[in-house]
């Protein structure tokens, strides 16, 4: 027996560990890049054995390769950044090129050639025209980081700029505030529904299966660039109907970089628009406002670099760190014109209840059922009030329905003529609240072998409009939520409600329903605080 667990506890290891190494080696392929190519002298002929190095300028590691014996080299897995490649072999001037942007995903195909001369001549390209990825077939769109910190992004969306791309088409709320993954970036790409997308950051799935939209949004100086694969996606991708968004967070570099940042804007320069002008009202203090109530700020800061401990660790050119704090506080009016009971429909009078066409709709009374002449139809009288039709008489009305009533306004607008409709505009504020910060830590083992992870917070206030100034409307709508990266990958998603004061008390509700047989109090609003913990990691 002892045997026999020894080897179901020996094979649950091997199969964990080949499924954790599978699942690393799909995130490292969904956010990394790749260079390909031969190297040739200047007759065309192969040039094996040629030594190659290729080195970040960004952090400084270099990773050295040969050439094999037809020329060809390849460079997996490597991270996104700048880069330099140089070439070297006996006989032949070294070369070297400059200026070599790789992007998330990209597989590059770079051809070098050698021209015959001294070992201590080089030959240096910089300044070279783009460079056609010729290896893949996959078509997308990246949208670099020159073009999410430069173009202006009115609600700080980086998804916002998925719409550069010719096959995005947006849908919904898309390009509003990040504070919800049910709108802001909901997009169909190639002609797929929303929900079918496969939205990640740094190469682990992210989105929202429900609603298509983002589960964790990053902030704009969080973003290093994203990828929109609309055609022909690689294997590594997957899982997706429409098109492919991976999008990749800043890492720290081999130097210190900072930034600060506040965004403001208000109603000043703001118009208001057509139904706030035609149905505005004094305000509490009676006043008659011009234009909605409209406050953003949007603030916060990064600082990334490698990771330093004076006497202990010295992480230059090995480990390097990623923090970024946001906060944004927005004050805002929202209108609505709605559709509430008039002063006689509220007595039980409905003779002025008209259709589009002018015509009374009739109240039938649900006590007067019966069978039909045809087998299995049933038929109602026309209710009535001491011989008047569309009118119910105030002793049949329920005491419930009265009390339900008084939560619905007075209408303060005339409505459509003949129906009444749209009788009721009303105003409410909106306050939002959104604190997100995350770090990102990297750590090369060697120049080939790298571990990333990502920790993000988000915590989000949204506001309810509450037009009919009563306590049955939500107030409050609360998420808060962690996006955390680690040394494997699975799933957890734990949700806590804590309630807060309730709308009414069972007595007060007996209180104001005395002929109800039964009362309870109503549900209280309740924020909810959700915990969502993804753990990734990212190998090259």
């Not at 300028?57 to 040969?66: A, F, H, M, S």
């Not at 709108?183 to 929202?208: C, F, Y």
């Not at 946001?326 to 009078?349: I, W």
């Not at 808060?480 to 949700?495: K, L």
Request: net charge positive; with cysteine; hydrophobic share 35%.
């Amino acid at each position: 027996m002892k045997r026999e667990i020894s080897l179901y506890q020996a094979a649950l290891r091997v199969s964990l560990f080949a499924g954790l190494f599978f699942t690393l080696s799909l995130a490292a392929l969904a956010q990394t890049a790749q260079i390909t190519g031969r190297i040739s002298d200047a007759n065309q002929a192969t040039v094996p054995g040629a030594t190659l190095t290729i080195t970040n300028l960004d952090t400084g590691i270099e990773r050295t390769i040969t050439s094999n014996d037809e020329g060809y080299f390849t460079v997996p897995s490597l991270p996104r950044g700048n880069y330099k490649i140089a070439a070297s072999k006996t006989g032949f001037k070294a070369v070297a090129r400059t200026g070599v942007n790789l992007d998330e995903g990209q597989v590059l195909r770079l051809d070098l050639t050698l021209e015959a001369g001294e070992v201590r001549e080089a030959v240096e390209i910089t300044g070279a025209a783009p460079l056609l990825e010729a290896a893949t077939s996959t078509l997308s769109t990246v949208i670099p980081n020159q073009k999410i910190t430069q173009l202006p992004l009115l609600n700080r969306n980086i998804i916002t700029l998925a719409a550069l791309s010719p096959a995005v088409r947006t849908v919904g709320a898309f390009g509003g505030l990040p504070v919800s993954s049910f709108d802001g970036a909901r997009i169909s790409i190639s002609g797929g529904p929303p929900s079918s997308n496969n939205l990640m950051v740094d190469g682990v799935s992210a989105e929202n299966t429900t609603s298509g939209g983002l589960n964790i949004f990053l902030s704009v100086d969080a973003t290093e660039e994203f990828r929109i694969v609309t055609r022909n996606p690689s294997a590594e991708y997957g899982r997706t109907g429409g098109g492919v968004i991976n999008i990749v967070s800043k890492s720290g570099t081999n130097e210190f970089h900072g930034s600060l940042y506040e965004f403001h804007r208000n109603r000043a320069l703001n118009a208001a628009d057509f139904f706030f002008n035609r149905n505005r009202r004094p305000d509490a203090n009676g006043n008659l406002p011009k234009k909605p109530q409209f406050t953003l700020n949007q603030w916060g800061g990064t600082l990334g670099g490698p990771l330093v401990i004076p006497k202990l660790y010295d992480g230059h050119k090995r480990t390097f760190f990623f923090f970024n704090y946001e906060g944004f506080e927005l004050r805002e009016t929202q209108t609505a014109t709605r559709t509430v009971p008039t002063d006689l429909q509220r007595q039980g009078d409905f003779r002025g209840l008209l259709d589009a066409q002018g015509r009374q709709v009739m109240i039938y009374d649900p006590a007067t059922t019966r069978p039909g002449a045809t087998a299995g139809t049933f038929v109602r009288d026309v209710i009535s009030c001491n011989g008047v039709q569309n009118v119910i008489c105030a002793n049949r009305i329920s005491p419930v329905a009265k009390a339900v009533l008084d939560f619905y306004p007075k209408a303060n607008l005339p409505g459509v003529a003949g129906t009444g409709a749209n009788n009721f505009f009303g105003l409410a504020s909106v306050p939002q609240n959104k604190r997100i910060y995350g770090i990102k830590l990297d750590h090369n083992f060697t120049p080939a072998r790298r571990l990333s992870g990502r920790y993000t917070w988000d915590r989000t206030f949204r506001g309810d409009s509450n037009f009919y100034g009563n306590s049955t409307t939500p107030r409050i709508s609360a998420a808060r939520s962690s996006v955390s990266t680690a040394a494997s990958r699975r799933g957890r998603v734990r949700t806590r409600r804590e309630p807060t004061s309730a709308t009414a008390s069972p007595a007060s509700c007996s209180a104001r329903w005395p002929a109800a047989k039964s009362c309870a109090a109503p549900p209280a609003p309740t924020p909810s605080n959700t915990w969502a913990f993804i753990c990734r990691t990212i190998t090259s």
